[in-house]
């Protein structure tokens, strides 16, 4: 992509309305407009970040036996009544009816759908386990939006439903969500820790939050330092590991203020170890038994032969709040870099040579050219813009690596540097190397 093409709205000052980092990178690199209170369109650079993000959501779904399928963003009222949440769920629910006058809403979550899909299609024990999920924008008409699409109105979020016959099973089933959830936050670069949670309205008495330190999380945490050298690569696939894993985790004291208790704490992680910061949500597990499956009549036939209620739980990813989620843990001292598992472009050309170089432009294009032959994603800066002003816009950017092509540029070897990091000269086929290693190994 070249930027004299790529639409990408940089706003040179702060705005007003934005008081935390993401949110303001958001703004001014031109991620992200907002259109009512709460409600966001995603532009090309912001869009490129919230796909991939979404493409290791779905990948480490799958590779833990998900199944992707699509929900309709608008439900039936009925279904709710069904469940008995309809009333209950407040004014966060978003409820339209349509010309025949019948009611509806715009889904703030899907248990009920699914269950009814579940209920409908599935007789016997044999089709379980089943886990099931999509990526599908929500609606919760929440009371103080802010933070931009960090806590907003409209938002993209995984949501799994597992269906199992019994408790145990669900056990497993939440314990493979539960490590799919750590591996997904690995790989876009955050430390997840899980914590306790309280269930709010999707109810069930064992809930995790998943939640990333950051000083302008929303939730306060108490932990210990102990949690943070627990390392998922250690452990197997198989249930007995998992379960393990889990454990490993779950016997740390870690807990909200929503479920904190300074006594439980001081008992249990020593002083010199307790940590005490704050940290976003980007996660939430539940397992609720037959919260929705008892009043919609899920029933299956068991493999005793007995019509048996059936047995779930649900696990919801912040994709779109992950993508604020991964500023706040990565832009400092106003410069932002992408991890490279979700960076919008590989890499940077950025053209500093004179206006009418027209030799030195040719090897900058011959430059880009190797690097999208090479399957590079590639932002090729050929503006007139100043450098100081260009690297100003790339530091918003965030694309950790910069080709940098002036007028002191010889033969092949090139000015390569790191965000962050101090430039070397070196050559196009070695820099080309350590970039496939870093992108595609
Ligand atoms: N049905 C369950 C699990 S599928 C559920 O809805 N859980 S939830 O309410 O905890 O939401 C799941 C995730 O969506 C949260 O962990 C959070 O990352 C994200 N989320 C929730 N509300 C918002 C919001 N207003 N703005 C942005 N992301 C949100």
Request: charged fraction near 30%; aromatic fraction near 10%; glycine fraction near 6%.
């Amino acid at each position: 992509m070249k930027l004299s093409n790529f639409f990408l709205p940089i706003l040179r000052d702060v705005p007003s309305d934005a008081t935390i980092k993401s949110h303001q990178l958001m703004l001014r690199s031109g991620m992200i407009r907002q259109s009512a209170s709460g409600i966001y369109s995603w532009l090309p650079l912001g869009f490129k970040v919230l796909k991939k993000i979404e493409s290791i959501v779905r990948d480490e779904q799958n590779k833990a036996g998900a199944q992707e399928m699509l929900m309709p963003t608008i439900q039936s009222a009925d279904l709710w009544k069904e469940s008995g949440r309809y009333d209950g769920y407040g004014l966060e629910m978003l409820r339209i009816r349509d010309r025949q006058d019948r009611e509806l809403l715009y889904g703030p979550t899907n248990e009920e759908l699914i269950t009814q899909i579940f209920r409908d299609n599935v007789k016997t024990y044999k089709s379980l386990p089943l886990i099931l999920y999509h990526i599908q924008w929500k609606f919760r008409d929440e009371i103080r939006p802010r933070f931009g699409i960090m806590r907003c109105r409209e938002f993209l979020m995984k949501d799994s439903y597992s269906f199992d016959e019994n408790k145990e099973g669900a056990i497993i089933s939440y314990n493979k969500m539960f490590c799919a959830y750590l591996k997904t936050f690995e790989r876009l670069g955050l430390r997840a820790i899980p914590m306790a949670a309280d269930t709010g309205p999707i109810g069930g008495d064992l809930s995790h939050e998943f939640i990333i330190l950051a000083d302008t999380g929303e939730s306060q945490i108490f932990t210990s330092k102990k949690i943070l050298d627990l390392k998922i690569s250690d452990f197997k696939n198989d249930s007995e590991s998992l379960a393990k894993m889990v454990k490993s985790y779950t016997d740390i004291y870690s807990a909200t203020d929503e479920k904190f208790n300074q006594s439980d704490f001081d008992k249990s992680v020593e002083k010199k170890d307790q940590l005490v910061t704050r940290g976003i949500e980007v996660g939430h597990i539940f397992y609720f038994g037959d919260k929705y499956s008892k009043p919609m009549k899920a029933l299956v036939n068991s493999s005793e032969g007995k019509n048996i209620t059936i047995e779930m739980g649900s696990y919801g990813i912040g994709v779109s709040r992950l993508a604020g989620a991964i500023i706040e843990a990565n832009y400092k001292d106003n410069v932002m870099k992408w991890p490279a598992s979700v960076t919008p472009f590989h890499v940077a050309v950025i053209y500093l040579g004179k206006k009418n170089d027209e030799t030195l432009k040719k090897k900058t294009s011959d430059v880009y050219e190797k690097l999208l032959n090479n399957s590079f994603e590639v932002l090729l800066d050929d503006t007139d813009e100043s450098p100081a002003s260009k690297f100003k816009n790339f530091d918003l950017i965030g694309i950790p690596y910069q080709i940098i092509i002036g007028a002191k540029q010889s033969g092949d070897e090139f000015e390569f540097k790191e965000l962050g990091e101090e430039k070397e000269i070196i050559n196009l086929d070695i820099i080309i190397n350590k970039l496939k290693k870093i992108y595609f190994n």
